[in-house]
């Protein structure tokens, strides 16, 4: 009669600890679900935007890689010849989002990643203070077909800022 008691008691305690676990569980698997709001709120980005500046064409490209990253890549040719281009990678983790970037032939091809520090309706600054120059990389959208970016820091002492200009090229779609 002992065991009996004490299998029943045993048993009574492991069903009441698996449905404290249980209730648990739905809890804990929204905890697990992450919000990509804030890559979210950049997603006018995503697209094709091109400049024809005389015999310079320049194109950034923008594709959403999956919920957390965008994918991007920029270059620039001057007569056919293609004398910039970059990789670029827009990416959330946990609250923070980084742009990373891939500028062939600087920094020894290096990422360097700079952090979003502010973000406005259709704008976003991004800053990397240890970085030669640019420091900072900005992003707008004046409107929905156009981009103004542009790169800026010090540079010996001497602040520059380099403008870029896109139109969207509506017949490229990748939302």
Known sequence: MKLFAMVLCTSILLVSCNSKTAE???SEEKSLVESYEKLEELSWLIGEWTNTDGNEFSKETWTR???STFSGFSYTQVENDTVFAEELLLSQKAEEVYLTVVAYGQNSDTPITFTRVSTEENAATFENKLHDFPQRIVYTQPTSDSIHAWVEGDVNGA?????????????????
């Open 24 to 26: 648990k569980m739905p």
């Open 65 to 67: 890689k999956n919920d």
């Open 159 to 175: 602040f520059q800022k380099i403008d870029f200009y896109f139109k969207k090229n509506e017949r490229f779609s990748l939302q």
